[in-house]
Every structure is written in C-alpha cells, then in structure tokens.
C-alpha cells in the first residue's frame, strides 16, 4: 500500500515538473512566436489578402478577385523579368559555384595560410552590396576605370566599354558584381565539406589506379553531395530574390535589359503605386519559390539524400 502510495506521488511530482518545464519552454519561446506573427506571418497573409485587390500602398483597398493575376499573365515586362531571373539563376549555378569547388579544392591542397585565404574570399560577403556596387562601378566605370588604365597602357579592348549602360551587357556585368561578392561564401562551405571527407577514400581510389579527375568524381562529389544540394537550392532561391544589386547599380536598365521581378515589384509598388498588383507579383515568385522547394523534397525522399 505504502509502495503505490509513494509510486503515485512520484508520478505527480514527476507530472507537475514536466508541465514547469513545458511552460519554462513557452514563456523563452513567447517573443520569438510574437516577432515570427509580427515579422512573418503577419506580412504573409497581407500580402495574400492585398493581391486580391487594388491598393495604391496608402488609403482603403478595393477587392477586385483575380484581376491581377489575369493582369500578369499579359504582362510583358512580368516575363522579360522573370526570363532575367531565369538568365540569372543558369550564372549562378554555373560560374560561382565551379569557382567555389576549385577554390575549395586548392585551399584544401594547403596547409600553411589557409586561415588568411579563407578571410580574404569571405571578406567581399560580408562587406554592404552597397559598398560593393560603388567599388564596382568606379572599377568599371568607361571613362576612369580600368578601360581606360588599360588603355593608357596599350591594351585598348576595353576602353569606352559601358558595362552598366550596355543593353547586352547590363545584365552579365551586375551578375559578375554580384559573383565576387556571393563565390567566397560557396568557397567556404565547400571547403567545409571537403575537409569532412574521409582521407581513406582517396588512398583507396589511389590503389585503384583513380587520378584526379576521378577521385573528383567517385569521391569528391559523392562526399560533399549533401553541401552541394544545399548550395543548389540556396543559390536558385536567392537567384529569385535578387534585388539589391541591380537595384543599386542599374535600377533595371538600360531600358529595362537588367529588370528583374525583385525590382519590377519594387517599381509597381512605389513608384507606380500598384501595391496590390506588386503583391500578386510577389505571390506568384513565392509560389515558384516552393515549386523548386518541392522538387527538391520529392528528390530526397526518392533517396538524394541532402
């Protein structure tokens, strides 16, 4: 009698501490909840709610369903955007991250200043795009910038050459911008996921007769392949998103040769004040966002382990 007595009161008390910890749990986890509703969740479904009608960004809105959807479908300026995204996201998952895997590599080849290496590549990521876009376009610049150094030299390829002014070149110019500043990032966690590597599949592939290439191949990109899915899907999502430095350098231009859906919402929204119509925008690249989100999902379960 006495046994279950003491058993019942140690479940009690065993009960009672599990339901201070919960609520210990919760109140630490209030004012993340409250900035998640404030900051996500609450700008989220205004902005589901704005789509659906016509807002200048100031006043009342007024609902008009699926006309703005319609609207964009029409939209000319909604695809050339987009199809620069696209332009955009086939850059940068070629050129940054084949320079992340070689620069990579090579810092993994050394022993002696690896530490300096590494702070000088991830030194451009953390530096303000702004600064970044300034330095840029003074480098690039036709009438002072390294065009015309070069020229003063006898190398006049680039002299006069208007990177940012160019309609066919707007586009590429900025991405590169971008690049140097986003591939010292990739650098870093490839070599992250190299160093994780088993040293013993090298030596093995060795034996085997494996050169470089092949251990590249065979053991490389199957050991770092969880980084690599991540870097994939992380590049062509901020590769949607991208805004900034086509804003700061171009605003879109040359006659809209560098506008994408970043800066084509921003101009509906505040210059053209159709917040609502700029909203549907941002709707629909979300949707495309967790298409890709999707894919990847469905590819994991299929066993491409990330």
Known sequence: MEAGHAAATTKRASGRQRRRRGLVAWVFMIPLVIVNVLVILGPSVATIYYSFTEWSGLGPAEFVGLENYREILSDGDFYLAMWHNVLWTAIFLTVPISMGLLGAFLLSQITRFQLFFRIVYFIPYVVASVVNAALWQNILDPDRGIGSALASVGIPFLDGVSFFGSER????????????????????????????????????????????????????????????????????????????????ITRGGPAGASEVVGTLMYKEAFERFEAGYAAAMGLGLSFVSGLIVLVFVFLRRRGWEI
């Open 169 to 248: 070149l707007a586009l590429p110019s900025v991405a590169f911008v971008n690049n140097w500043a986003w591939w010292g990032f990739v650098v870093l966690l490839f070599l992250t996921a190299l160093q994780s590597v088993d040293t013993q599949l090298y030596d093995a592939a060795k034996v085997d007769g494996a050169g470089r290439w092949q251990q590249f191949v065979n053991v490389t990109i199957p050991g770092i392949r969880p980084t690599l899915v991540f870097v994939v899907l992380l590049t062509i999502i901020n590769s949607l998103l991208v805004f900034d430095y086509v804003y700061i």
